[in-house]
Nanobody, 125 residues
Framework: QVQLVESGGGSVQAGGSLRLSCAAS????????MGWFRQAPGKEREGVAF???????YYADSVKGRFTISRDNVKNMVYLQMNSLKPEDTAMYSC???????????????????WGQGTQVTVSS
């Protein structure tokens, strides 16, 4: 059974940084496309960053230059380093995994079968 567990969320002031982690188990992690999504109250879920099996990253325009996604295929971990945080980054952040998707750019949430429970990020002005 695939399990994804996020951690690292919290409350920070604008301009601050957080590092989110996603621990994966139950599948061949190295074969999966991994993504970070976020959802703010009253808004649709948004794909933030994705990383291919080979480590190629892709970012939404809203976070490009501020967020960095990475993966450790030995530890079965995915990370999202978030710098220069803004109040509009406030959301529940979730990691997602999928084998059967071409991980070559931004992907919709519907493409991913496996999801973590999420971790809350709150940025105050």
């Amino acid at each position: 059974q695939v399990q994804l567990v996020e951690s690292g969320g919290g409350s920070v002031q604008a301009g601050g940084s957080l590092r989110l982690s996603c621990a994966a188990s139950g599948y061949a992690f190295g074969n999966a496309c991994m993504g970070w999504f976020r959802q703010a109250p009253g808004k649709e879920r948004e794909g933030v960053a994705f990383i291919s099996r080979g480590g190629n990253p892709y970012y939404a325009d809203s976070v490009k230059g501020r967020f960095t996604i990475s993966r450790d295929n030995v530890k079965n971990m995915v990370y999202l380093q978030m710098n220069s945080l803004k109040p509009e980054d406030t959301a529940m952040y979730s990691c997602a995994a999928e084998y059967w998707v071409s991980c070559n750019g931004l992907r919709p949430a519907a493409d991913f079968r496996y999801w973590g429970q999420g971790t809350q990020v709150t940025v105050s002005s």
